[in-house]
Structure formats: C-alpha cells, structure tokens
C-alpha cells in the first residue's frame, strides 16, 4: 500500500481495541433486511442504515425508559462503532448483516470480530490496486502495523 508492506493481524485488533476474535464467522456483505423487532422499533421504513439514522435512532432510543429502550441504545451504540470506526465502507451505511449481529446483546462476543475487521481492511488493499483513497476498513490499524514494525525494528538496533 503506497509502497509499503503492512502486515495485519487479528491481534493488532486486539492491541488497539481490545476485541477478541470468537468462533462465529461474520458475514460482512451488505445482506438482506430482515424482519426483527429491533428493526421493527428502530428502522421499520428504511432500505438502508446510515450513521445519520442511526443518530436518530439513538436519540428516540434515549427517551424510552424500559428496558427494551436501554438496550436497543447498546445495539444502536455497537451498530455506530461498526459503521464508523471497526468495518466503515466508503457510504457509512451498516449493513444489515450487522444489523442481526447486535440483535441478541448476549451472543455479540462469540462472533469474530477482530478477524472480520483485520480480513476486511486487508482484502480492501489489496483490491484498492495501491490507491490509498480507495481503501475501507478499519484504517487506522495501519497505525498499529507501523508501530509494531518500528518496535520489532528497534529491538534489533
């Protein structure tokens, strides 16, 4: 990438963010809207989920006082981390894929989620044919391989 050689593992996910990677592969494709009661209470009339929405979401979630609404704020919450931060496309929409991923709160850590965000930013390098500005993902993982390699480096000096 530019020139450079990254190299991007699992675990420069679980430096920088602390998520570690269970069994249960991710699906990140976009996927198919599916008919849960989340989506039904959140995002009913929407083809497609953008961080604007999800703001929005946020905020009706924020006025809810039960229990429901307290934890529909924790999916909205983990949905913005995915769009914004861990998996970002070039639209900063969530797929819906994700979507069904936060649906049971319980169940998000058994998902692999350090290497769908390690295996993504990857593929999008190598797909982006050395074009920095086509590259998605979690780019700030760049940074870690870079200070991994500049620590490798000096230990050796």
């Known amino acids: ?12 996910v679980i430096l920088i963010f602390g998520i570690k990677s269970r069994m249960k592969k991710i699906d990140v494709s976009y996927g198919k809207k599916q008919e849960s009661p989340f989506v039904q209470r959140r995002f009913r009339n929407m083809s497609r989920i953008s961080v604007k929405s999800l703001r929005e979401a946020l905020g ?3 006025e809810g006082t039960t229990r429901v609404d307290v934890e529909d704020v924790a999916r909205i919450m983990c ?7 861990l998996l970002p496309t070039i639209g900063l929409t969530v797929g819906w ?45 760049l940074l870690v391989s870079k200070l991994n390699y500049f620590k490798y480096y000096a230990m050796y000096l």
Not at 79 to 85: D, E, G, I
């Open 60 to 62: 009706d979630a924020l």
């Open 97 to 141: 894929a994700f979507v069904a991923r936060v649906e049971y709160l319980e169940m998000m850590n058994s998902y692999a989620w350090s290497t769908a965000v390690a295996s993504t930013l990857t593929t999008s390098i190598h797909s982006s044919l050395g074009s920095l500005e086509n590259v998605t993902g979690c780019v700030l993982l």
């Open 1 to 12: 990438l530019g020139g450079e050689t990254c190299d991007i593992q699992d675990s420069d």
């Open 79 to 85: 949905l913005f981390v995915v769009a914004t931060l």
